[in-house]
């Protein structure tokens, strides 16, 4: 079984298999109680006892915005291997010949930006990352999230550079010319019993209509590898 948050249904069917229950069960129980009140952890143990029976995979979801059409036949690449990739991208992304030529400076010689100079040279921060829940691609701001479909951390930092050197901003221009996508792949479970507290909390606030909190979603991090093509299920353009 394949622990999956793509949608409230999933996720409950998730629990319901792991806890040897059914997903109305799990609804009954998340319409009646109160995290605020009682630890999520203390309530879920009452009610339903330990897993019964553990995930052997995780679907997680990788939030990018890339030139549309691109297939990730390669996989979904670490920093240090998509770098080239990305500043293609954001060269193509400008039209006028100035602006090119400007980023083509900016790659050779530096960008004055200090988040760009320390992720391309830690591997700490090469990713991939990716997140556990589906939905949390859609409420960055209110859980404090960057917002990746909007754009990717590296783009704005090469962006914020470029302003700085050249003295006006090429955000917009690149991001309207890059396509918002979320990447659904399979990955081996990392996250042990505290993926199930995650996932209850998600579908406590899905159920009742309140906002999603950092303890609603986790986070992956492929830690400087390459996720494979054939752990790929979907590439959904938005």
Not at 69 to 85: M, N, V, Y
Not at 133 to 161: S, T
Not at 191 to 208: K, R, S, T
Request: overall charge negative.
């Amino acid at each position: 079984m394949i622990l999956d948050c793509e949608s409230l249904d999933s996720a409950l069917g998730s629990l319901a298999w792991s806890y040897e229950a059914t997903s109305n069960e799990v609804v009954a129980f998340l319409k009646n109680v109160d995290p605020e009140t009682v630890p999520l952890p203390e309530l879920v143990r009452s009610e339903f006892g330990n897993q019964k029976r553990m995930w052997e995979s995780v679907y997680w979801f990788h939030l990018t915005r890339v030139p549309p059409g691109t297939d990730f036949d390669e996989g979904i690449l670490p920093l240090h291997l998509a770098l080239s990739k990305i500043w293609d991208a954001i060269i193509g992304a400008v039209r006028t010949p100035k602006a090119k030529r400007n980023l083509k400076r900016l790659r050779e010689e530096g960008v004055p930006n200090r988040l760009y100079k320390m992720k391309v040279v830690d591997p700490l921060h090469a990713g991939p990352y990716a997140m556990l829940v589906r939905e949390a691609a859609f409420h960055a701001a209110e859980m404090g999230n960057h917002d990746y479909l909007e754009v990717p951390e590296i783009i704005e930092d090469i962006c914020d550079g470029y302003e700085k050197r050249f003295g006006h901003s090429i955000l917009s221009e690149v991001t309207a010319a890059l396509q918002a996508c979320i990447v659904k792949f399979e990955a081996v479970d990392q996250g042990g019993p505290d993926l199930a507290l995650i996932v209850f909390n998600y579908c406590w606030c899905m159920i009742h209509d309140v906002e999603l909190s950092i303890y609603s979603n986790t986070c992956y991090d492929a830690r400087d590898t390459i996720i494979p093509r054939l752990a790929i299920r979907e590439v959904k353009f938005l």
